[in-house]
């Protein structure tokens, strides 16, 4: 898969978890090792989604536009 496929991924993977992700539930369900997770992580919040790490988890506090219902609705 693609990164910016992954990117995308990771961000609704964790933005339809309301307790969020730790980076070994991103890595088992985009099946990449946790590094690349991280990665994922950090790459995410560089394109401008709000991602928090909440302990060892990470919730989006916001979504980019590109997520928005509205875009897809």
Known sequence: ???LER???VALLIHRSPSG???GEIAR???VSVDTAL???NGI???GFGVVKDG?????RH???VLSPRVWG
Do not use: K, N, S
């Open 45 to 47: 919040e560089q394109l």
């Open 7 to 9: 990117l995308y991924r």
């Open 21 to 23: 992700m730790t980076t």
């Open 56 to 60: 060892r988890r990470y919730v989006l």
């Open 1 to 3: 898969m693609p990164r």
């Open 39 to 41: 990665r994922d992580v």
């Open 29 to 31: 369900e985009c099946d």
């Open 63 to 65: 979504i980019a536009p």
